[in-house]
């Protein structure tokens, strides 16, 4: 299976440690089809709470589109992001807030499943102390947003105290990656 993969990356460096995971992860695939949605780049705009989309479905802004795209498609998201301030970086997390348009679409318009494609989830996060608050308030989040992006979190791998550039050991974080991978696979290969 050749499955279809929808990366939000939420790092500003490209060669930074989220990025370092994200590609040994790809390297564990022999067919992978990834698209990936550079928060950065993209920088889409923050919700607005304008009440648009409670009472119709979508959004005043259409610079949303390619990651709705991308939810429907893909066979798993992967969001990859590192801790800032206990949270996920502003533009990624700017994404996560407009997917209250998904909610509204649910409890205010009907719409059982705005996002119809159920997807496995993993999730790399990076930080740069040993607290893995961060990680955790992470995890809240998605349980929430996850709901209406009709996703399930099935596994989190982490880089931890990347302050501490002595005591980092990327090879235990590869195999790390090697169990995620695995564990996607098995859940990827049990679907009907
Ligand atoms: C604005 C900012 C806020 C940060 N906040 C936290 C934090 O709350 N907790 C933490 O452990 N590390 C924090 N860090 C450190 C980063 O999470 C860490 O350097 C991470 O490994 C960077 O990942 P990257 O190389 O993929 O960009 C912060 C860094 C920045 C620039």
């Not at 066979?75 to 590192?82: G, K, N, R």
């Not at 005591?167 to 009907?192: G, T, V």
Request: aromatic share 14%; net charge neutral.
């Amino acid at each position: 299976m050749k499955p279809n993969v929808f990366v939000l990356f939420g790092s500003p460096r490209h060669n930074g440690y989220t990025a370092c995971m994200l590609k040994y992860f790809f390297s564990c695939w022999d067919e992978i089809d990834a698209v990936v949605f550079d928060a950065y780049k993209e920088n889409i705009k923050p919700c607005i709470h304008c009440g648009y989309c409670k009472k119709v479905r979508g959004c005043i802004y259409n610079d949303f589109i390619p990651v709705e795209k991308g939810l429907n498609n893909a066979d798993v998201l992967i969001i990859a992001s590192p801790v800032y301030e206990l949270s996920f970086p502003s533009p990624l997390k700017a994404v996560f807030d407009r997917t209250q348009q998904y909610f509204e679409a649910k409890f205010s318009l009907g719409i059982q499943m705005p996002i119809q494609k159920h997807k496995a989830a993993l999730l790399f996060a990076s930080y740069g102390s040993t607290d893995s608050s961060g990680v955790e308030i992470m995890q809240k989040q998605l349980a929430l947003a996850f709901r209406v992006m009709n996703a399930e979190l099935l596994h989190t791998v982490v880089s931890a105290n990347t302050d501490n550039e002595r005591d980092f050991d990327k090879n235990l974080i590869y195999s790390e990656l090697d169990k995620a991978s695995q564990k996607l696979k098995q859940f990827l290969y049990a679907l009907p």
